[in-house]
């Protein structure tokens, strides 16, 4: 769909409206169906809220994510719907308060599956309610009552590290899917060079097969997201469908950025959290180790790892990171990724990032200190460590 934009009117307008006011992000009375300045204000305060990115328009990712918190914990009752399962902002509160009291919902993802209504089940047997699954006022009373007292950690996010700990240091086995992001109709950040035209979506698929080549070596299985030339380009949330239902044990999605001003540069990776400070345990770590490997082996400017609640980071089941790799428009950056060399240098580091979250904490190693070519002669001399 076209995004809805400052300057825009019409009933669509007004519904943006007044699901901002019911947020009190607007201060208006929410009437009115034009999408004025302050509008555009309310906009760009909700996304940076549900970190989303933040442009001030109502594109597709940014109207479900209003659709969603349209409802308010408590407003209604929630159960598990096999045939379309029901979504939104207060399923995730739901959740979120599951999880705080040690409930296995999975992910806070917002969507009302056979999981929580498992957990549900479960509250509600351990409090004397009727054990249906389904979320009515009695069940929201006692949730409301019992949840502020319970403090403590978040048990899925244990789970999730435990599970990798479970398994072991080697990678020889393991899923990891590839995501080269953009594809298709979508070409990506696009820079003009002279009679050259690099665009993002090429780019990042050719990093997406250099890495596929290096896991492959190492023993790991590879699953890309899409070929060099789709004919359309795959939502977010069908790329995290996939994973899901590949199994995967880990999701890294590949970009590279781009912004007016060619002094911008760098490399920053993105793991699944939210404002409220939920986050995943697994995917920081993750994006924490591939971010410093790519910083001290490819000296790309650090502009650090960053939480967000996109829906690719979201409704993936395994630790999952977005990389960023450079500024196709910084002339500097680009001169770099253009270049082959350059582009290994960066796959050997998200290699020995994977690597190292397999390995125990103690038993970590420095930073750039990982020879990923030792990792394939292990696996050929079928000597993996373990
Ligand atoms: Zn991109």
Not at 60 to 85: C, I, M
Not at 94 to 109: F, K, N, P, S, T
Not at 305 to 317: D, N, V
Not at 330 to 352: C, H, K
Request: aromatic share 4%; proline share 5%.
């Amino acid at each position: 769909m076209r995004p809805i934009r400052p300057g825009d009117r019409g009933p669509a307008v007004a519904e943006i409206r007044t699901v901002l006011s019911g947020l009190d992000l607007l201060t208006s009375d929410g009437q009115g169906d034009s999408y004025d300045a302050a509008t555009e204000r309310a906009v760009r305060a909700f996304q940076q809220s549900r970190g989303l990115s933040v442009d001030g328009r109502v594109g597709a990712e940014t109207w479900r994510a209003l659709d969603a918190a349209r409802w308010r914990f408590g407003a209604r009752a929630l159960y598990h719907a096999v045939s379309e399962p029901l979504t939104g902002e207060d399923v995730r509160s739901l959740q979120e308060r599951l999880l705080e009291m040690g409930y296995d919902v999975g992910r806070a993802d917002a969507i009302y599956g056979i999981r929580t209504s498992r957990a549900v089940a479960q509250f509600q047997r351990e409090t004397g309610l009727d054990p249906d699954g389904a979320c009515g006022p009695h069940t929201v009373d006692a949730l409301r009552r019992l949840g502020r007292k319970v403090v403590g950690g978040r048990p899925q996010w244990l789970r999730e590290s435990d599970a990798i700990r479970q398994a072991g240091p080697t990678l020889v086995g393991r899923t990891v899917v590839i995501d080269p992001g953009h594809g298709g109709t979508d070409p990506g950040v696009v820079v003009p060079d002279g009679p050259l035209r690099w665009n993002e979506a090429d780019l990042v698929h050719d990093l997406a097969s250099r890495l596929e080549g290096r896991l492959a070596a190492a023993g790991v299985r590879v699953q890309l997201t899409r070929g060099p030339s789709p004919r359309t380009c795959l939502p977010d949330a069908d790329r995290a469908e996939l994973a899901n239902s590949l199994g995967a044990d880990v999701f890294i999605s590949l970009h590279t950025d781009g912004h007016v001003n060619p002094e911008a540069g760098g490399v920053a990776t993105y793991h699944y959290g939210t404002d409220n400070g939920v986050t995943s345990a697994t995917g920081e770590r993750l994006a924490g180790l591939v971010q410093r490997e790519i910083v001290a082996r490819t000296g790309l400017r650090d502009c650090r790892t960053h939480a967000k609640a996109w829906e690719l980071l979201r409704l993936t089941r395994m630790p999952a990171v977005r990389v960023e790799v450079g500024y196709l428009t910084s002339p500097e950056d680009r001169g770099r990724l253009i270049d082959p060399r350059f582009r290994d240098r960066v796959v050997e580091a998200i290699v020995a990032g994977v690597q190292r979250m397999y390995l125990p904490i103690e038993r970590d190693v420095p930073t750039g200190s990982i020879d990923v070519s030792e990792l394939r002669a292990a696996v050929a001399a079928g000597t993996v460590v373990d």
